[in-house]
């Protein structure tokens, strides 16, 4: 089962519950994640950077065939990834099918940051996760904005299941993003009247 749009479930406020009433001390005692754990944050982050690789790509292409306007045109090559995607989104190509796609791309890059930026522990007696940082500005770009503060640990909960069924989901967009960018590099060819 993928990630719903919001994570606050019954479960996760049930491990939410678990983490507040749990010291940083002690929370940095849990198991650390197992190889399996670490191949899946590998996978989603890989994955990613596949993503990455052909959203730039697609960008260049789309900027070389004049689809993009000011103030993206003739800029692709010193876009960040969050205005490569923007930039790609400004197009009005995009529509219906192709337009969720790209927006679950991005919404999901969320997933990514969480895994690849902060540290991970394993609940005791469930099959979750607590993923913990010191780092305000990585908080925002999971949670998309700032922490009421900077004394506290800033920590998120999810559960693995929810995790591993992100893995298809995301295989999937990787496979329709490889697709749309081998339909824009095809050069369109005039048609017979």
């Given at each position: 089962?993928?990630?719903?749009?919001?994570?606050?479930?019954?479960?996760?406020?049930?491990?939410?519950k678990i983490v507040e009433e749990t010291g940083p001390e002690q929370m940095l005692g849990w198991a650390?994640?197992?190889d399996e754990d670490y191949a899946l944050f590998g996978k989603i982050t890989h994955i990613y950077s596949a993503c990455d690789f052909i959203l730039r790509y697609m960008a260049e292409t789309m900027d070389k065939q004049g689809m993009f306007k000011e103030p993206w045109a003739g800029k692709t090559q010193k876009l960040t990834m969050a205005?490569?995607?923007?930039?790609?989104?400004?197009?009005p190509i995009w529509t219906g099918p192709n337009k969720f796609a790209l927006e679950e791309i991005e919404k999901y890059r969320r997933m990514r940051n969480?895994?690849?930026?902060?540290?991970?522990?394993?609940?005791?007696?469930?099959?979750?996760?607590v993923f913990m940082t010191k780092s305000a500005i990585d908080y925002r770009r999971v949670y998309g904005e700032l922490p009421?503060?900077?004394?506290?640990?800033?920590?998120?909960?999810?559960?693995?299941?929810?995790?591993?069924g992100l893995v298809p989901v995301l295989e999937g967009l990787l496979k329709w993003a490889a697709q749309v960018l081998r339909d824009l590099s095809r050069p369109i060819s005039p048609t017979a009247g």
């Open positions: 089962m993928a990630l719903p749009d919001s994570t606050e479930t019954p479960r996760t406020l049930a491990l939410r650390k994640p197992t205005q490569v995607a923007e930039a790609i989104q400004s197009s969480l895994v690849a930026h902060f540290i991970v522990r394993r609940f005791p007696e469930d099959d979750a996760y009421d503060g900077i004394d506290a640990m800033l920590y998120g909960v999810l559960d693995a299941e929810q995790l591993r």
